[in-house]
């Protein structure tokens, strides 16, 4: 047992090597003794060196077998002298080494190699209670990586549970003691964190730990309401009663001399170096909040990012799913770059450090400012933007012109407002958009009556629906709610129009390839033959344009002809007649080497592949939907002709 006023923790690690270093002198005391005999055997005793070495061992030993005896009084005594030496020397350090072990043993049984550890631990916390809200607060430190010594007046708990995990730090032991407190390294310590569930106890030991130590930090439970004006008045700089707050409120009124809130602006594109800067001086970045001007409190959500692997995770997360990115680009947007963070760190020099590099990357606004005075400064910078958020998603559809009118009706049934149109050229890597902001099947109506009275205007948009993918094309639509929203989709998706919700670019353009239905024929004939216009509108097709490539010069010349019917192609035929149109005609496939090719749409398909094997029993057929470099190696391989323009 160990006396009521003796520090559990030893005074000093040299006290502990001593039963060491005294086997170790014992050890070198038995050496010795054999060497005293071996050279007294030999010189004393007249023995040779081996029979000097077995006088000796056995002597010291007191076995005696009587093989080698002492005959002259010089002898006899040299022999007592060394049997008393080896006697005494042995047995002491025999017991000597049975101690040593003892020792380790109670020293692994009791925790020591733990209090020496604490013993030389410093800016940590003090815990005082591992209960089931001193559990809950360790895991809290524990999982941002800082230290705490937790003292337990449960000796079982502390010598079966927790001495059984090498990085838990423990002292079996009641708090309200001064000298186990001194042992936990009170006046090293960063803050001391009452948990027990006896406000009595709490009290004494917050009255102890600010007697020991004025300045520190301690935080405290309480169980009952009405002491914690008690604790307040005892010493205790924060009071917390878990049944209102919790472990994590525990953490951070624990931590609140060493946290810190900052104001920033900055786009999605910086979050790393930002958080970078933040993890490199040991800090955590507890949450994130959001300055909407629409709301009084700022949007919050916990983050709890402590090391580069967290954020690497998140950031290829964003990577992985477009859509995740596209939402969190629209925040940073509405709230123009411009949020906070709760940042804890191990000192206040390393918040400030923090504070001082985001300033020189020009992203920090402030430090702990109120929302007053964060809007106060977004003022002054220009960047507070009164946006509403409002869910929206991005459908691409698949439909024709005539089926306008039912789309229309399916989304704003639902109280959704078609915010834009987006169409699909081919040839052009981003997409041809169109604000449309149609929330009303009033307005909606004159659209479709203006189209109907304006077969020019019909025609172009017709064009447009044929063009992009044969009528694939995308809308944005918001709602009053992602519930309306996700009726839409589920009704369009039951019309077959629908191919997808929120694609990207490279998943549209794979979907028009699967599901689009317009193609480029590549084509070579004399300029005066039209079979291969017939066969494409006799089949239900249409014919878009007719390119023609100029060899050396690498350019196209693209003739708009938009022909539908038999009567299109009447007009055609009727305009290439005409004797200017016919020379340039002439002209124009000479030089490309009556090499050509023809923009095609049809209702499906099925239509395109009838088409495509028609005009290639013809021979006319070069090839379908070419890369650019392989149509001019054909042009340019081709045979030239000689020709004359007056």
Not at 224 to 253: C, H, M, Q, W
Not at 369 to 394: F, Q
Not at 626 to 635: G, R, S, T
């Amino acid at each position: 047992m160990r006396p009521p006023y003796m520090p559990i923790l030893p005074v000093s690690k040299d006290l502990t090597n001593k039963p060491y270093k005294l086997v170790l002198y014992a050890l070198l005391g038995v050496t010795l003794l054999i060497i005293y005999g071996v050279i007294g055997s030999t010189y004393i005793m007249r023995l040779d060196l081996v029979n000097s070495i077995y006088f000796t061992v056995q002597t010291i030993a007191t076995v005696g077998f009587g093989d080698i005896r002492p005959i002259t009084p010089l002898q006899k005594m040299f022999t007592v002298t060394l049997v008393m030496g080896g006697v005494a020397l042995l047995a002491y350090a025999f017991t000597l080494t049975i101690t040593v072990v003892t020792m380790a043993v109670e020293e692994i049984a009791s925790g020591a190699k733990q209090r020496r550890i604490i013993a030389a631990s410093k800016d940590h916390f003090v815990l005082c209670g591992y209960g089931r809200v001193g559990s809950a607060v360790y895991k809290e430190l524990k999982k941002r990586n800082i230290r705490s010594i937790i003292i337990e007046k449960n000796k079982d708990v502390v010598e079966k549970e927790l001495w059984k995990d090498p990085d838990v730090l423990a002292i079996p032991g009641d708090a309200t003691d001064e000298s186990i407190m001194m042992d936990a390294g009170i006046k090293r310590a960063r803050g001391v964190i009452i948990t027990t569930g006896d406000d009595v106890d709490n009290l004494f030991i917050t009255l102890t730990a600010r007697e020991i130590h004025p300045e520190i930090w301690i935080v405290t439970r309480a169980s009952k309401s009405e002491n914690v004006r008690r604790l307040y008045r005892s010493g205790a700089d924060k009071v917390i009663s878990p049944e209102t707050s919790g472990a994590e409120d525990i953490y951070f009124a624990s931590m609140e001399p060493t946290i810190m809130k900052i104001t920033e602006i900055h786009g999605v594109e910086d979050i790393r170096k930002e958080s970078e800067i933040i993890l490199k001086y040991g800090c955590t970045l507890e949450n994130i909040e959001y300055h909407l001007p629409e709301f009084k409190e700022p949007l919050a959500r916990k983050i709890g990012v402590t090391d580069i692997e967290q954020l690497n995770r998140f950031l290829s997360s964003l990577e992985r799913e477009k859509s995740r990115k596209k939402s969190l680009e629209s925040i940073y947007e509405s709230v123009s770059g411009i949020h906070s963070h709760w940042i804890s760190g191990p000192t206040k020099e390393s918040l400030e450090k923090v504070a001082e590099e985001l300033k020189k990357e020009g992203f920090l606004l402030g430090v702990n400012l109120t929302e007053d005075e964060i809007k106060e400064t977004a003022k002054k910078h220009g960047r507070m933007v009164e946006v509403v958020l409002k869910p929206e998603i991005k459908i691409t559809e698949n439909h024709d012109i005539q089926d306008i009118r039912e789309e229309a009706k399916i989304i704003l049934k639902h109280g959704c407002t078609l915010e834009d149109i987006e169409y699909y050229l081919p040839g052009f890597k981003e997409p041809l958009k169109r604000k449309i902001g149609l929330s009303d099947e009033k307005e909606m109506d004159r659209f479709l009556s203006s189209l109907e009275h304006d077969s020019k205007r019909m025609d172009a948009l017709e064009r447009l629906y044929i063009l992009s993918g044969g009528g694939i094309h995308s809308h944005t639509i918001s709602g009053k709610d992602t519930q309306s929203l996700a009726k839409v989709e589920k009704e369009l998706k039951t019309e077959g129009f629908l191919l997808g919700v929120n694609l990207t670019h490279g998943e549209i353009v794979q979907k028009i390839s699967e599901f689009g239905r317009v193609s480029e024929l590549l084509l070579r004939h004399k300029p005066s033959d039209t079979n291969d216009k017939r066969i494409i509108i006799s089949m239900g097709g249409r014919i878009l344009d007719s390119k023609h490539y100029l060899p050396g010069l690498r350019q196209v010349v693209t003739r708009k002809l938009y022909l539908k019917d038999e009567n299109d192609l009447k007009n055609c035929e009727e305009e290439y007649k005409k004797p200017d149109a016919k020379r340039s005609l002439e002209a124009l496939s000479q030089i490309s080497r009556q090499v050509h090719s023809h923009t095609v749409s049809a209702g499906d398909i099925e239509k395109i592949k009838k088409i495509e094997k028609a005009l290639k029993k013809t021979g006319m057929l070069l090839g379908v939907d070419l890369p650019e470099d392989d149509i001019w190696n054909i042009v340019e391989s081709e045979e030239i002709e000689k020709f004359c323009i007056q």
